[in-house]
């Protein structure tokens, strides 16, 4: 850790594994007999993508790449594909697996996207759903916690490129050298 940085913790990796298990559960049985497609949005939707495919058998998974940032240091307002998307959708169910809902641009976008490559349905499974005021926003169907509006990381979140791998999320105050 970067000692200037604090790092209050809000979910410990203990709480994050039982609620994973318990998401995993919920959509084994709503979805007990379809033939899901499982799409992981990178980077920050990997690590909890990996613990959930950890609850099930084998399942059909895909990633994809999102940029927020058009080569600069601001949020682009529609976030952009980096990679394709798959291409067997033809009328079948895509569950997105991400990290984070914020304002709500990335699932917004991809949605749009997967029913124009030909998805019958999008569901999403996020892991945080910020508590805020949405820009787009979306019915999300498998959410791990509701968090308060403030800068998380850790499991899959990262801040200038570390504290992704923590296997634990927590609150960042940056240190004073970072701002
Ligand atoms: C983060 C996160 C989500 C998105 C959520 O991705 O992983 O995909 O932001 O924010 P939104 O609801 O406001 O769109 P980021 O663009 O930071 O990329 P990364 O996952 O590669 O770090």
Avoid at 18 to 40: G, K, P
């Amino acid at each position: 850790m970067n000692d200037a940085d604090s790092i209050k913790p809000l979910l410990s990796a203990e709480s994050i594994r039982a609620r994973t298990e318990e998401v995993a559960a919920e959509i084994a049985t709503r979805h007990a007999s379809d033939d899901l497609v499982f799409l992981t949005v990178l980077e920050g939707g990997a690590p909890f993508a990996r613990a959930l495919h950890g609850c099930f058998g084998t399942v059909s998974q895909a990633e994809v790449g999102v940029s927020s940032y058009g080569g600069s240091t601001q949020p682009l307002t529609h976030p952009v594909l980096t990679s394709p998307l798959p291409t067997n959708l033809n009328g079948r169910t895509v569950m997105v697996i991400d990290d984070i809902f914020d304002t709500g641009n990335t699932l917004s976008m991809l949605s749009g996207e997967l029913l124009t490559a030909g998805a019958g349905a999008v569901e999403y499974c996020v892991l945080l759903r910020k508590t805020r005021e949405h820009e787009h926003p979306l019915a999300i169907d498998y959410v791990g916690f509701d968090i308060p509006d403030e800068f998380v990381v850790g499991f899959g979140l990262d801040f200038d490129g570390v504290y992704r791998d923590l296997d634990y999320v927590g609150v960042l105050t940056p240190g004073a050298r970072r701002l």
